[in-house]
């Protein structure tokens, strides 16, 4: 059983430009959620992707956009890029969308982008 | 806006002594409660998680505590080890919606 892996691990960008950032779920895993975390703070939701629909959002501006595809895999893209999208994103796995599971999250170790 | 606070950013104890990591939540209609540990360089990893109909529940060495009324839960670790160094969130959620909501998270260094 392989976990959930994000590439790339690091990433410098910078301010204006465009991002794409990739995350395999864990096997067996149908439902995908981002979450950026800023330096010493907690995670903060971005979004979820269940049957490769949008399935909730955080508050996050329209230039945070994702994707879910037949695998399951998903990307998270950002435009526009700004100084305080400086984090780590996060994302994380499910068997189902989080309201109908015990939030059974397997968490990748994330990619830690930059924004220069 | 919402949040998930901890009191002590910071916790230090001695390697065997008991720990204990405090979280306020915000939401009270939020009915479920998880503890996540994370190392530098690593996601966030479960560690147990409690329901709202619930008030105490205990994992190997772990143990959360519920208290509804004032919207308070604890992590207990025992006979803490080197290995428990890490940043401890608590996060809260509610059935029906996809998010959690994490909190700052609390740092806990072991000394030997």
């Known amino acids: 059983e392989t976990g959930v892996t994000q590439s790339p691990t690091h990433l410098i960008k910078t301010r204006g430009q465009q991002v794409t950032l990739r995350c395999s779920s864990q096997s067996g895993h149908n439902t995908v959620s981002w979450y950026q975390q800023a330096l010493g703070q907690g995670p903060q939701f971005i979004f979820q992707y269940y049957r490769e629909e949008e399935n909730g959002r955080g508050n996050f501006p329209p230039r945070f956009s994702g994707l879910q595809f037949p695998n399951y895999s998903s990307e998270l893209n950002v435009n526009a890029l700004e100084l305080d999208d400086s984090a780590l994103y996060l994302c994380?796995?499910?068997?189902?969308?989080?309201?109908?599971?015990?939030?059974?999250?397997?968490f990748g170790s994330g990619t830690r982008l930059t924004v220069v | 806006g919402e949040s998930v606070g901890l009191h002590l950013p910071t916790l230090s104890v001695q390697e065997g002594d008991n720990s204990i990591i405090n979280c306020a939540y915000s939401n009270s209609a939020s009915d479920y409660f998880i503890w996540y540990k994370q190392e530098s360089g690593k996601g966030p990893q479960f560690i147990i998680d409690?329901?709202?109909?619930?008030d105490k529940r205990q994992g190997q060495r772990v143990t959360v505590l519920l208290n509804k009324t004032v919207k308070h839960l604890s992590l207990q670790i025992a006979a803490t080890q080197p290995g428990d160094s890490a940043v401890y969130f608590c996060a809260e959620g509610l059935q029906g919606a996809q998010k959690l909501v994490f909190g700052q998270g609390t740092r806990l260094t072991i000394n030997p």
């Open positions: 409690i329901r709202s109909n619930m």
């Open positions: 994380a796995s499910s068997l189902g969308p989080v309201s109908l599971t015990n939030y059974g999250y397997t």
